[in-house]
């Protein structure tokens, strides 16, 4: 059986197998695989620290990976440069806040839509617009000029310009009021993944993030301590154990 095959017969869009990546040759995540699926959503959970955005790096090639592999609809894309792994689909949204403030939602959008025709750029800002209404009734102002939430989705967005088959999100609810963080998750992110791509999402927000995925891998120390269906996870009485830091306790309690 090809490797590209899962167990039941589905090819992942991306199937990052045993990676072993870090920073300055010290390896900071060990051995870790992860499988992401058109139409799904795989949450990536655990403490602060785990190696969760370190995932992310190394599988959209920010980062070296030095051992696995990471293939993308069955290709091997293993320490592909990051631009070329955007040409191939691959969308990421860092952890840290992603639009350019001084320019407007539609120059933004513009921006990330470098990579399409002319001709299909408004037909895609639609798009974007369509799922984040509050964006297409604020185009014309500035990035810098939009609250946290908006400034969020326009990061989203813009990655979303290039019509990419995975996303990989990176903690897209942190710093938003709980109303907006569940609106993030439970509509906008999960309307994505209607739409056929295949989300990877790292969440602190567990308990929200997991009600709307289809897999979910727990990280701790660098690799994955659990995973599996999101219920039979949230079954396990060991998985707040793995919380240490009460970041799961948290996401639990009123937001
Ligand atoms: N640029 C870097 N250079 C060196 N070490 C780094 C760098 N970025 C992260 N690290 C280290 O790698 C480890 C994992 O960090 P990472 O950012 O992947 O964790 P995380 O699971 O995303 O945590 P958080 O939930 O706080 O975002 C941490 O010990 C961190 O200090
Ligand atoms: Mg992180």
Redesign the pocket.
């Known amino acids: 059986m090809p490797t590209s095959l899962a167990e039941n017969g589905r090819t992942p869009i991306m199937r990052i197998s045993g990676i072993t990546a ?3 040759r ?1 390896p ?2 060990r051995d870790v695989s992860v499988d992401a699926y058109a139409g799904e959503i795989a949450t990536l959970i ?10 992310l ?1 190394a599988a959209t090639g920010i980062i070296q990976v030095s051992a696995g592999t990471v293939t993308l609809g069955g290709a091997d894309v293993t320490n592909s440069r990051p631009h070329d792994l955007a040409r191939r689909g691959v969308g990421y949204v860092p ?1 840290s806040r992603d639009v350019f403030e001084p320019l407007t939602v539609v120059e933004n959008l513009e921006m990330g839509g470098y990579l399409i025709k002319k001709g299909a750029l408004q037909d895609q800002m639609d798009q974007v617009f369509n799922l984040f209404p509050i964006l297409g009734s604020r185009r014309h102002q500035r990035a810098c000029n939009l609250s946290g939430g908006e400034k969020k989705m326009l990061a989203m967005g813009r990655v979303i310009m290039a019509s990419p088959k995975i996303l990989l999100l ?2 897209p609810t942190a710093n938003l009021a709980p109303k907006i963080a569940d609106e993030m998750l439970a509509v906008h992110i999960t309307k994505l993944a209607s739409l056929g791509v295949a989300i990877l999402l ?1 969440e ?1 927000r567990a308990v929200q993030a997991l009600a709307i995925s289809s897999n979910a891998y727990v ?1 701790v120390g ?1 690799s994955v301590a659990m995973s599996g269906h999101p219920e039979e996870l949230g079954q396990r009485g060991d998985i707040a154990k793995v919380f240490l830091n009460g ?1 799961y306790a948290s996401s639990t309690g009123p937001t």
Do not use: F, H, R
């Open positions: 870090g920073y300055s010290v900071i995540i655990g403490p602060n620290g785990a190696g969760k955005s370190t995932l790096k952890q990176d903690e790292v602190q990280m660098g970041s």
